[in-house]
């Protein structure tokens, strides 16, 4: 009679599987309308207007097509729809009749973007994607150069100085990043100085010390986890 020997059995195998983090969703071709989109946001110009309105289509087609992966997304952020809602209804009462109803679809629209966004891209790319739209902010802003203290190409100087300071932090975080391709970080840490120059010029005291313990705590947190 056959018995069988613990010893005969193979020992068993353990296949590494990532379970903190979703495969790609969105492909290179939207991945870049997302870094346009972010751009045309980046830099609240009224020439970029057209581009903005562009991109709400796109977004919006995105949504339709993947509606199943959406809507449900939707329910769940549910508390950011309230407020916007609420706003819609100053409209009958607002001392500029003309611009309120584009303000409120705009307004309306604002979280349904962002649960597109949510639902297509991981943090890290919607990250990554921040911050290449970025560097189109910092590079249009380059011939600007002698009115950075007035803004530049922003309308004011605040604006200028704290869209540098998402330059310099999320491109430094990449610089740090031992995961991201060396191309994109040896690039990243270009920006960073390039950035830091543009929000020293622009003259923007809270921007800047944002920047400075920003840029401090992540450069701790790599000295620390390695």
Known sequence: MLQSHPSSFSPPRVIPVKVYED????????????????FAVFMPIEAFEPIRYLCIAGLLGILAIHRNEVFP???????LFPIPIFACFSIFWTPYPGDA???AALLMLTPILLVVLAA?????????????????GTLYSLPYFATFADGGPYAQK????FHMMLVILTSLGTALND???????????????????????????TSLVFAVA???????IKLVWT
Do not use: C
């Open 73 to 79: 997304l939707m329910l769940k952020a549910w508390p």
């Open 120 to 136: 297509r891209l991981r943090a890290v790319e919607f990250l990554r994607l921040t911050m290449f739209a970025g560097w189109l």
């Open 158 to 161: 605040n604006s200028l100085a």
């Open 101 to 103: 109803p584009k303000s």
């Open 179 to 205: 995961e991201e391709p060396a191309p994109i970080r040896m690039i990243a840490a270009v920006f960073v100085p390039v950035a830091f120059v543009i929000q020293y010029l622009a003259d923007s005291a």
């Open 23 to 38: 495969a790609r969703k969105a492909p290179l071709w939207e991945q870049a309308f997302y870094t346009i989109w972010l």
């Open 214 to 220: 920003g840029s401090a705590v992540l450069i701790g």
